[in-house]
């Protein structure tokens, strides 16, 4: 089978300080909504001793002692009641073979380590198909913004051709951010205003657009995101230039 482009969705916003136990209850809640809206994930589990999958427990408490790592490195279980400037670290997987891959950095408080969230799908088999089909990846980003309320959300991949390789907030297939677009800003060809619950939004007829919530997507909802095609390429350069000489773009993940 035909080995996919390395897609991945990512959540991710500043300062937002939490506790051991308060993180934990989040990755709990995270992982058994993405279950939901996508059974064919079929189920989560962590890395044990000798990096053997344990399935992911569903007790807040064996979350936190067996899933979450301390951001600074510290060994052992965090406390309930742990706050690190840094936050805490999460690992859950699918599998080890053509699995899907959950990752997060949560409950730091401070700006030079930005919480971050992020679904991986394989990139071959059965599971990968299931991920990246448009309206699934569309449901599964939709859900992600609701649960963890980030300032930005993305959905791209890597390519060689693409001249920002590196930019804090890519501008691909999907893309949201937790402020309201400027006034004066259209849209390119071929790029959708889609509301958070999944409604097309008309921007040019429709003035609720700019406040907080709708998201942008470069192509036709029945279409899978591929930088190598032309038509995709257009028009999130064309959507990357519009937002740059409108100033909404972040300069680094810390903005």
């Not at 989040?26 to 962590?46: F, N, T």
Request: glycine content about 6%.
């Amino acid at each position: 089978m035909k080995s996919q482009p390395d897609y991945r969705l990512v959540c991710s916003w500043g300062a937002r300080q939490q506790s051991a136990q308060a993180v934990a209850q989040d990755v709990l809640r995270c992982s058994a909504q993405l279950l939901l809206a996508c059974p064919e994930l079929g189920a989560w589990h962590y890395l044990g001793r000798k990096d053997v999958l344990v399935a992911q427990p569903q007790e807040v408490d064996a979350v936190r002692a067996e899933v979450l790592a301390c951001g600074n490195g510290a060994r052992g279980a965090p406390a309930p009641d742990l706050v690190l400037p840094v936050g805490f670290d999460s690992l859950l997987l699918t599998a080890k073979s053509q699995g899907a891959a959950w990752m997060a950095h949560i409950g730091s408080g401070v700006d030079i380590a930005w919480n971050r969230v992020s679904l991986t799908p394989p990139r071959t088999g059965p599971l990968a198909q299931a991920l990246t089909e448009p309206v699934m990846m569309e449901r599964l980003f939709r859900l992600m913004i609701a649960l963890w309320q980030p300032d930005w959300a993305t959905v791209s991949h890597t390519d060689m051709d693409d001249p920002d390789p590196g930019a804090p907030v890519p501008v691909h297939w999907l893309l949201y951010g937790r402020e309201p677009l400027p006034r004066d800003v259209r849209l390119p060809p071929g790029v959708s205003l889609c509301g958070v619950a999944g409604e097309a939004v008309d921007a040019h007829k429709v003035p609720d657009w700019h406040l907080p919530g709708p998201y942008l997507r470069t192509t036709p909802a029945d279409e899978r995101f591929n930088y190598a095609t032309p038509a995709h390429r257009a028009a999130c350069e064309q959507l990357k230039t519009v937002l740059r000489q409108a100033r909404w773009l972040p300069e680094s993940a810390a903005n």
